[in-house]
């Protein structure tokens, strides 16, 4: 069975002169980056706790003036986040954006190329631990890693979650009752729910949860029983799975993001969200490339993201990673994938994910 690096690797070949052509439109500087403030490396940068941290970053990233972000958020949410950054230090943050496999995809392509393009990656968990294996992103120290939950800071410290993806149920209050909901998976069971709903296709991550925490003998039998009884509707993409609950084309969506249902919900829109046990979250975090164009901003953004970014990401309806900053799901047991693990155990949940739910479902 192929392994996911070896996966990657050939999806990076593939798509190579894509990447290469997106490289090229970027513009920035291909040499290898070294602190432009003397002989300081990034790593020292990185490792540096004391009280002059901030003085240094900061000086050091108004010299650089730019900060090159590649991410997975949607154009609305980082451009909140950015221009925060950016009102407070007076640094100019260009962002590349797409899916966070795409990003993974680039930054490899990149970095067998020679090309330091980037300075940040702001992407899923499993993509930034991806990206570790491949030695490519800078361990960092930083005052704000004591205030994180326990699960957001791996041991190697090359990346940190930001904020939590929780996977909500949501549904057409139009079409569904709060009554009639689900309290246990296994209520999705009832022929009520046949035609009713759907899934997203690449959640094999959350089926593994799932799985894991009904018994994985158990677990495997309630899903096939549910798309043999029930059926599924398999799409691509939360947010379109969000729409439509939101259309009423799938009364009930099993795996949408809890911050678009909760935007969609303030908007008006006829749908509401619940969470069956157990919530499962997908981090989403930071990391700094170890070659870094601009280390100084990097870093600092670095910080901010943590600090001052905790509050964006909670006004925005995320689930900040900072226990400093109140949360209306600080209530919610969550079970937080765990990205190495996930990349360890990959293919097999995809190839049951693939075989029980999606080929089923054709």
Request: contains cysteine; charged residues 25%.
């Given at each position: 069975?192929?392994?996911?690096?070896?996966?990657?690797?050939?999806?990076c070949?593939?798509?190579?002169?894509?990447?290469?052509?997106?490289?090229s439109?970027q513009?920035?500087?291909?040499s290898?980056?070294?602190?432009?403030?003397?002989?300081?490396?990034?790593?020292e940068?990185a490792?540096?706790?004391?009280?002059?941290?901030l003085q240094?970053l900061?000086d050091?990233?108004?010299?650089?003036?730019?900060l090159?972000?590649?991410?997975s958020?949607t154009n609305?949410?980082?451009?909140?986040?950015?221009a925060?950054?950016?009102?407070?230090?007076?640094?100019?943050?260009?962002?590349?954006?797409?899916?966070?496999?795409?990003?993974?995809?680039?930054?490899?392509?990149?970095a067998?190329?020679?090309?330091?393009?980037?300075?940040?990656?702001?992407?899923?968990?499993?993509?930034?631990?991806?990206?570790?294996q491949?030695?490519?992103?800078?361990?960092?120290k930083?005052?704000?890693?004591?205030d994180?939950?326990?699960?957001?800071l791996?041991e190697?410290?090359?990346?940190?979650?930001?904020?939590?993806?929780?996977?909500?149920?949501?549904?057409n209050?139009?079409?569904?009752k709060?009554?009639?909901?689900?309290?246990?998976?296994?209520?999705l069971?009832d022929?009520?729910?046949?035609?009713?709903?759907?899934?997203?296709l690449?959640d094999?991550?959350?089926?593994?949860?799932?799985?894991k925490?009904?018994?994985?003998?158990?677990g495997?039998k309630?899903?096939?029983?549910?798309?043999?009884?029930?059926?599924?509707?398999v799409?691509?993409?939360?947010t379109?799975?969000?729409?439509l609950?939101?259309s009423?084309?799938?009364?009930?969506?099993l795996t949408?993001?809890n911050?678009?249902?909760e935007?969609?919900?303030?908007e008006?829109?006829?749908?509401?969200?619940?969470?069956?046990d157990p919530?499962v979250a997908?981090?989403?975090?930071?990391?700094?490339s170890?070659?870094?164009?601009h280390p100084y901003?990097?870093?600092?953004?670095?910080d901010?993201m943590l600090?001052?970014?905790?509050?964006?990401?909670?006004?925005?309806s995320?689930?900040?990673?900072?226990t400093?900053?109140?949360?209306?799901?600080?209530?919610?047991k969550i079970?937080?994938?765990d990205?190495?693990?996930?990349?360890?155990?990959?293919?097999?949940?995809?190839?049951?994910?693939d075989e029980?739910?999606?080929?089923?479902?054709?």
């Amino acid at each position: 069975m192929m392994s996911y690096r070896l996966f990657l690797r050939l999806g990076c070949l593939m798509a190579a002169s894509l990447m290469l052509w997106g490289c090229s439109s970027q513009g920035t500087s291909t040499s290898a980056a070294e602190p432009s403030q003397g002989a300081t490396t990034i790593a020292e940068l990185a490792a540096n706790e004391g009280k002059d941290r901030l003085q240094i970053l900061t000086d050091g990233a108004q010299k650089e003036k730019t900060l090159i972000v590649y991410t997975s958020r949607t154009n609305e949410d980082i451009e909140r986040i950015k221009a925060g950054f950016e009102k407070k230090y007076g640094i100019t943050v260009t962002v590349w954006r797409a899916g966070s496999d795409v990003v993974l995809q680039k930054v490899i392509t990149e970095a067998k190329a020679g090309r330091n393009e980037f300075d940040m990656v702001d992407i899923s968990g499993t993509e930034l631990e991806a990206l570790h294996q491949e030695g490519l992103l800078q361990a960092v120290k930083s005052p704000y890693h004591a205030d994180l939950i326990p699960q957001a800071l791996p041991e190697h410290r090359e990346w940190v979650t930001t904020s939590l993806n929780l996977f909500v149920q949501t549904y057409n209050t139009n079409l569904v009752k709060k009554e009639d909901l689900p309290k246990k998976y296994e209520d999705l069971l009832d022929p009520k729910w046949k035609g009713r709903l759907g899934i997203e296709l690449e959640d094999s991550d959350y089926f593994s949860i799932i799985v894991k925490k009904m018994g994985e003998e158990k677990g495997l039998k309630f899903w096939r029983d549910l798309v043999a009884a029930n059926g599924l509707d398999v799409r691509k993409g939360h947010t379109l799975i969000t729409n439509l609950v939101r259309s009423g084309e799938i009364p009930l969506g099993l795996t949408v993001y809890n911050f678009t249902a909760e935007q969609y919900k303030k908007e008006g829109s006829p749908l509401d969200w619940f969470v069956i046990d157990p919530a499962v979250a997908r981090p989403n975090g930071i990391g700094v490339s170890k070659k870094a164009p601009h280390p100084y901003a990097s870093l600092l953004f670095y910080d901010y993201m943590l600090n001052e970014g905790q509050q964006e990401m909670a006004n925005l309806s995320f689930i900040p990673s900072s226990t400093k900053v109140e949360s209306p799901y600080s209530k919610i047991k969550i079970e937080v994938i765990d990205p190495a693990v996930l990349l360890k155990e990959r293919n097999k949940w995809a190839d049951l994910y693939d075989e029980i739910i999606i080929k089923r479902e054709k």
